[in-house]
């Protein structure tokens, strides 16, 4: 209500102000009077501009640096590190230009205010110039683009087949991680089948889902090579994993999907934040309903023997305590020919 009240007044004090001066003006028409300018107010004004100009500039250049502290950590996934360092080249870009033509506008402001006698020089049209100033822009624009598609094409190329497929599942509000077991390879579901015991409706006549798992927190091996699916049981959602810079859709009735390699684990990622309870966090990245802001799941990176402790602790799907291990970064390979034979057998069955 203060809030309220407090802009009230100032949106009067404006228009009072602005009424003031629309009635100064009609006075000195009344009276006939020329607007008059000085030498004096040139003068001023041109210093003015030096002063805005160094005082803008240290204002940006410390409000800038202030304001890192708000910037995410140093990105844990190998595609993370690569679209921070393009992100790091725009900016410098940016802030390149940005110096060069802001001294250049305010610096001339001051040079060529009015004096009197002084003409200004009529300098209709360069064609060089403007080719210059034309090409530069463009080709350092195409350059930006042609390296940003180079990283997408790589971030979004197609996961090693031996990457650990884990499902990602959203619903109006949490989370849900379904692992795929040693034969990495996740057994069918289907919406329909969804009961309190099946939150995923995964069928139970699929051999593939026997050794699946599932998870309310996801634990990731690092240096481990991970290909998430992402479903949704009924709005859009969108899974943001903040501190691996990827993001994907989950829609209902499709599968997503993203490749992410994680280089940093939670107790490294504690030491680098100078924070003791630091954690990694999946968010929903759509505003899905009212609890939207609630929608988050815990996740760990850790090495992968603490990876396969965590594992072997949590439920099956369907009770099969003979199931294989979730695959790990060691034994990947020979997972993933297990996983072809197996399918082989399925397929032969
Ligand atoms: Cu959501």
């Known amino acids: ?42 003068r001023v004004n041109g210093r003015l501009m030096l002063w805005f100009l160094v005082l803008g500039m240290g204002g940006m250049t410390y409000f800038t640096i202030d304001a890192k502290k708000y910037l995410l950590p140093v990105a844990a996934s190998k595609h993370g590190a690569l679209t921070d360092s393009y992100l790091y080249i725009n900016f410098a870009l940016i802030i390149v230009v940005f110096f060069i033509t802001q001294i250049l506008l305010f610096y001339f402001a001051w040079k060529y205010q009015h004096k009197k006698g002084q003409k200004a020089f009529f300098y209709p049209v360069d064609h060089k110039l403007e080719f210059i100033w034309t090409i530069i822009p463009a080709v350092v624009l195409m350059g930006l683009i042609v390296y940003g598609l180079k990283l997408w094409i790589n971030i979004t190329a197609p996961a090693p087949k031996e990457a650990m497929v884990i499902e990602v599942y959203g619903k109006q509000f949490d989370w849900t991680a379904r692992y795929s077991g040693g034969d990495n390879t996740l057994g069918r579901s289907n919406f329909k089948l969804i009961t309190d015991d099946n939150q995923l409706g995964v069928d139970s006549l699929d051999e593939n889902g026997k050794d699946d798992k599932i998870t309310r927190e996801l634990h990731l091996p690092v240096g481990s090579k991970v290909i998430f699916k992402f479903h949704s049981r009924d709005v859009l959602h969108s899974a943001y994993f903040p501190h691996l810079r990827a993001q994907m859709n989950c829609v209902p009735g499709m599968t997503t ?35 939207h802001y609630n929608m988050r799941m815990k996740m760990v990176i850790e090495p992968a023997d603490d990876f396969k402790k965590w594992y072997k602790t949590q439920p099956y799907v369907f009770a099969r305590p003979d199931a294989a291990p979730a695959v790990v970064p060691a034994d990947t390979v020979k997972t993933a020919q297990a996983s072809a034979q197996n399918r082989k057998i399925v397929a032969s069955k």
């Open 257 to 291: 999907e993203f490749f992410v390699e994680p280089t940093i684990t939670t107790d490294s990622m504690r030491l680098i934040t100078g924070n003791p309870k630091f954690d990694y966090v999946l968010l929903c990245n759509k505003i899905c309903g009212v609890a």
């Open 1 to 42: 209500m203060i809030k309220l009240l407090t802009l009230i007044v100032i949106a009067l004090a404006a228009v009072t102000i602005w009424r003031l001066m629309r009635v100064l003006e009609l006075v000195r028409d009344l009276r006939n009077e020329d607007e008059q300018i000085t030498d004096k107010d040139n």
